[in-house]
């Protein structure tokens, strides 16, 4: 079973620039969750998605964070402008729908660093 | 007062110790407990779950909860230099699928 593909594996950009970010889940599962994972932190959820629909995003810094998940399986995540604070690993992850299961599947994540 | 609270180390043992790794936490409507292993550069995979208070074992792992002091733990016995990652407790109310995670614990375990 293929796991949760991300791309770019690494980033580097100036502050002020744009980036996006892709993401695949794995095939069926709904929900789709992006994370920002700050060097010696936890993840931290920034949108979730449940097939094309968006379930939470009161974590997203919506003045300069966008998410897309068109069809309901692939999406993008964009920072413009971008900020030295987002410097940071983003995660993507799915899983089945239903509550009782627990388990995310979490890609290798995209490592931005903003200079 | 962060809702979880884990103690980041690095935690460093010899191998072939037991290991335990602890979060606390304050939000009394969490339900479903999850512990990550996450190694360098990689995205976190999940290690164990456990709903509600008790404990569960699985190969060289248990994880354990109590809910009446808010306190969780993984267990991890005959540890190996492999198991050297950081470990992320999570945790979520019943209800939600949102997990709130710790900030994580690093482990080294030196042969």
């Known amino acids: 079973e293929a796991g949760v593909a991300q791309s770019p594996r690494y980033k580097i950009i100036e502050k002020r620039q744009s980036v996006a970010f892709w993401c695949n889940p794995i095939s069926g599962h709904a929900t789709l969750y992006w994370y920002q994972q700050i060097l010696g932190q936890g993840p931290k959820l920034l949108i979730q998605?449940?097939?094309?629909?968006?379930?939470?995003d009161s974590q997203l810094p919506k003045d300069r964070f966008s998410a897309e998940r068109l069809k309901g399986v692939d999406s993008t995540l964009k920072i413009q402008p971008a900020k030295l604070e987002d410097s940071a690993v983003y995660l993507c992850?799915?899983?089945?729908?239903?509550?009782?299961?627990?388990?995310?599947?979490f890609g290798q994540g995209t490592r931005l660093t903003v200079v | 007062q962060k809702e979880v609270e884990q103690d980041p180390g690095p935690l460093s043992v010899p191998e072939g110790a037991i290991v335990s790794l602890n979060c606390t936490y304050s939000n009394s409507a969490f339900q479903y407990f999850m512990w990550y292993r996450q190694y360098s550069r990689k995205g976190p995979e999940l290690l164990m779950y456990?709903?509600?208070?008790g404990n569960k074992e699985d190969g060289r792992f248990t994880a354990q909860v109590d809910k009446s002091s808010k306190y969780i733990s993984l267990f991890i016995r005959d540890s190996q230099p492999s198991d050297s990652a950081t470990y992320l407790c999570a945790m979520r109310a019943g209800g939600s699928y949102i997990p709130t995670f710790g900030r994580g614990t690093s482990l080294i375990v030196h042969p």
């Open positions: 456990t709903y509600s208070s």
């Open positions: 998605f449940q097939n094309n629909g968006v379930v939470d």
């Open positions: 992850a799915s899983s089945l729908v239903t509550l009782t299961d627990t388990e995310a599947f």
